[in-house]
């Protein structure tokens, strides 16, 4: 897990708190950041650093609860989102580099515990204040100057969770369009699943091949250097069917890009590419 950054958790916060000047947010790492690209986190804190906000990374965090609750599983879907209720609900935000896994704790959590009174109440009030990282950025506590330069061309993908559950559309591409020397094309298919869907590629993997496939083709008819996306999951998937095709596209979470984290290997590229030395 990230190490915990930024000042004590402020506990009682009231369930619609008055914007402060200085928000106290707790960061939603998730867990494919956590282990496969821990670089989003650190992006993730220092965009929101720069945006004014005060950042915890409470330590006790674990999985959203999405794989459970899409498998069936509800006895550990309950217990995994009561811990993340815990674990957020005394900040003034909390946001999460993840469209899908904010969609869980702002969609589903109340849905989960609507029958509940104490725990619904309780979802619900963490629901209201819960936020994809981009949005976040755009529509609550805009970033102003990003100070970064990327000469590069790129294309956008919307993920099924941040577009059609939270209504994430212009907010990242406003965002990239502050990068300086960055041109962003849009692909005709961008609104296209790309097949991750979590255990759907797993369970479904030829539906999940022909999916992705469409999608890298589309990718690829932009003549852009890198997809750009908001869902690590999607990036993953994208990024693995890009590699066996042998598409020299390559895929960047976002967040990075904004920060200017861009020397760091693409997902899915080992540190040094086949030739390098050890």
């Known amino acids: 897990m990230l190490s915990q950054t930024g000042h004590s958790v402020v506990m009682n916060a009231p369930d619609k708190p008055e914007q402060p000047s200085d928000p106290n947010v707790g960061l939603f790492v998730t867990c494919l950041v956590d282990l496969m690209r821990p670089s989003i986190g650190f992006a993730a804190v220092d965009l929101l650093e720069k945006a004014g906000c005060r ?14 609750y899409n498998s069936g599983d509800l006895p550990d879907t309950i217990a995994i989102a009561k811990n993340t209720i815990a674990a957020f609900e005394g900040f003034d935000y909390v946001v999460a580099p993840s469209g899908s896994c904010a969609g869980m704790l702002k969609m589903h959590y109340p849905e989960i515990f609507k029958d509940d009174p104490e725990w619904g109440a309780r979802a619900e009030a963490l629901a209201e204040k819960v936020y994809e990282l981009m949005a976040f950025l755009v529509d609550v506590v805009p970033i102003s100057d990003l100070d970064v330069e990327l000469n590069a061309s790129a294309t956008y993908h919307d993920s099924c969770a941040g577009l059609r559950e939270l209504g994430i559309k212009e907010q990242p591409r406003q965002l990239l369009g502050g990068v300086r020397g960055l041109s962003v094309t849009e692909g005709e298919e961008a609104e296209r699943c790309c097949g991750f869907g979590g255990l759907f590629c797993v369970k479904y993997s030829d539906i999940s091949t022909g999916m992705v496939d469409t999608k890298v083709d589309d990718l690829e008819k932009t003549e852009a250097d890198m997809v750009l996306g908001g869902d690590m999951g999607c990036l993953m998937n994208i990024a693995g069917r890009l590699q066996r095709r042998g598409s020299a596209i390559e895929a960047r979470h976002a967040a990075e890009v904004l920060a200017g984290m861009t020397d760091l290997p693409p997902i899915g590229e080992p540190k040094i590419k086949s030739g390098g030395e050890d």
């Open 55 to 68: 950042v915890d990374v409470p330590a006790s965090q674990t999985c959203c609860g999405q794989p459970a």
